[in-house]
């Protein structure tokens, strides 16, 4: 833990499972205090401005103590500069797993950790490739009902796993949260030059 041990807490601004998973597979104590923030994308809002808005939106709406650390992340899936967030039913999934079919695409996460008023927010990026899937692959996947909170109707580390042929970047990305570099944030503001 090193310098993560000197932080009285850290406070998770997000209900997901999934980061939590990793954060805590990570060492890394925390508490969550789920926030609800506006998460529509704006008009031409590009994918990087996006993610980075709504993570520090989250870590901005988390109510804290000035001693305590806000880690807030908002992940999407990027495929020819369109934004796939998490699928409206199962039609929209289809829909989404059809654009990720044999070629790849990019998860993007933002990141942003509060102390105090100090707040700082960094991006993210994962290139993943997906195999081509058929119509029966994509029926299968979605009758599982997995994509259903997915950003990119997909989740790497379960069934999703099976159609991934390589990925450039952070693995937990993909999952929902680049653990290194959320740790990296959360020691500079333990320790502030």
Known sequence: MGALASLPRVILASASPRRADLLTAAGVPFEVRAVDVDERPRDGEAAADYVARVAADKAAACRATPDEAVLAADTVVVVDGAILGKPADDADAARMLRLLSGRGHEVLTGVAVRRGRALAVEIDTTGVVFAPLSDT??????????PTDKAGAYAIQGLASRFVDRIDGSYSNVVGLPVALACRMLAQVAHPR
């Open 137 to 146: 692959d994509i029926a299968w996947y979605v009758a599982s009902g997995e």
